[in-house]
């Protein structure tokens, strides 16, 4: 009967290892956009910007308000509410239109209103997440290089 016990514990335990390293979710914390209403073209985030302030977190998810211009300056890194620091690990990403107070208007589509999204780096921007905020017919080319100089 003892061995019975030992086999069903090791079983666990190499199911519980299994699952803990290679199914297991490896979780992020979500993200939220908030985009000024009304506005269409290239948004970008720029990351370890020197007396910018941080990415806030508010009810579990990093809130990036854009400002009109389509930028937002943050001092915190581009890793900033990953998993690990080579790992974003699984988010979600939600967009809307604010108001001038902040208050949201709209929920933003990925499918119809969102083109297309991409992590880049230059020597002038530093590390920077774009993405285009639009129909397929309001963006000039699939991925342009909005922020470059």
Same mark, same amino acid.
């Given at each position: 009967?003892?061995?019975?016990?030992?086999?069903?514990?090791?079983? =666990?335990?190499?199911? /519980? $290892?299994?699952?803990? =390293?290679?199914?297991? #979710?490896?979780?992020?914390?979500? $993200?939220?956009? =908030?985009? %000024?209403?009304?506005?269409?073209?290239?948004?970008?985030? +720029?990351? *370890?910007?020197?007396? *910018? %302030? &941080?990415? @806030?977190?508010?009810? #579990?998810?990093?809130?990036? @308000?854009?400002?009109?211009?389509?930028?937002?300056?943050?001092?915190?890194?581009?890793? +900033? /509410?990953?998993?690990?620091?080579?790992?974003?690990?699984?988010?979600?990403?939600?967009?809307?239109?604010?108001?001038?107070?902040?208050? !949201?208007? !709209?929920?933003?589509?990925?499918?119809?209103?969102?083109?297309?999204?991409?992590?880049?780096?230059?020597?002038?921007? /530093?590390?920077?997440?774009? +993405?285009?905020?639009?129909?397929?017919?309001?963006?000039? $080319? &699939?991925? &342009?290089?909005?922020?470059?100089?």
């Amino acid at each position: 009967m003892k061995k019975i016990g030992y086999v069903f514990l090791a079983l =666990l335990l190499l199911v /519980g $290892t299994i699952y803990f =390293l290679f199914i297991h #979710e490896r979780r992020g914390i979500d $993200t939220v956009y =908030l985009i %000024p209403n009304g506005y269409t073209g290239c948004v970008g985030v +720029f990351y *370890k910007v020197e007396g *910018k %302030p &941080p990415l @806030k977190v508010q009810n #579990e998810k990093i809130i990036h @308000k854009i400002s009109k211009d389509g930028r937002l300056e943050t001092s915190s890194s581009e890793s +900033f /509410g990953w998993y690990s620091r080579v790992d974003s690990g699984w988010h979600n990403s939600e967009y809307y239109y604010v108001d001038d107070q902040g208050k !949201k208007v !709209k929920k933003l589509n990925w499918e119809k209103d969102i083109n297309w999204e991409m992590t880049a780096e230059d020597e002038y921007n /530093g590390n920077y997440f774009t +993405f285009f905020v639009g129909g397929k017919d309001d963006a000039s $080319t &699939p991925q &342009p290089e909005c922020f470059s100089q």
